[in-house]
């Protein structure tokens, strides 16, 4: 009876050790591997990257500008290319964007003729802007990809074909 009361108690204390697990902060390395995970374009990333590293932020608003991104993640609903969303998405992202930044003392316009993001705070400036596309489609096309399966599918026929003439 005293094992059980004994391995029953050892067990209960290495639950309680087991579950001890300390809570960290939001740091910006946070903010910046969310906006990565999010999908956001390099170009605001990498903005984001420069406006954190001259600027410090606590750990209270570094988690609320987490909270922001997860919201702007949910409103774009898988949608990862701004031309995409919808112009309630794009104002809901943008209040987003606005609430983040002004946690972290700056305020941010969006030049919607460009894709341009800035960001101004004690008076500098943080512009993001989306590169053009620079990576050409290389490959095969869908019409070559069909054709060379439809030559595949007919030879796999005529091997077939010929196997049964060899058999009878």
Request: hydrophobic share 55%; proline share 1%; charged share 20%.
């Amino acid at each position: 009876m005293k094992i059980k009361k004994i391995s029953a108690l050892v067990l209960s204390l290495m639950l309680v050790f087991a579950m001890s697990i300390s809570a960290f902060a939001a740091s910006k390395d946070d903010i910046i591997s969310k906006l990565q995970s999010a999908g956001v374009a390099t170009e605001y990333v990498n903005a984001a990257k420069q406006f954190l590293a001259d600027n410090t932020v606590s750990d209270a608003d570094a988690a609320y500008v987490i909270a922001k991104i997860d919201a702007a993640t949910a409103t774009a609903n898988g949608v990862k290319d701004i031309a995409s969303l919808t112009a309630d998405q794009k104002s809901a992202i943008m209040a987003d964007i606005k609430d983040a930044a002004a946690k972290l003392g700056a305020t941010v316009s969006f030049d919607a003729s460009n894709n341009t993001i800035t960001a101004v705070k004690d008076g500098k400036s943080y512009v993001a802007a989306p590169s053009a596309k620079v990576v050409k489609d290389t490959g095969f096309t869908t019409a070559a990809t069909v054709g060379v399966v439809a030559v595949l599918a007919m030879g796999l026929v005529v091997c077939a074909f010929v196997s049964k003439k060899k058999v009878a």
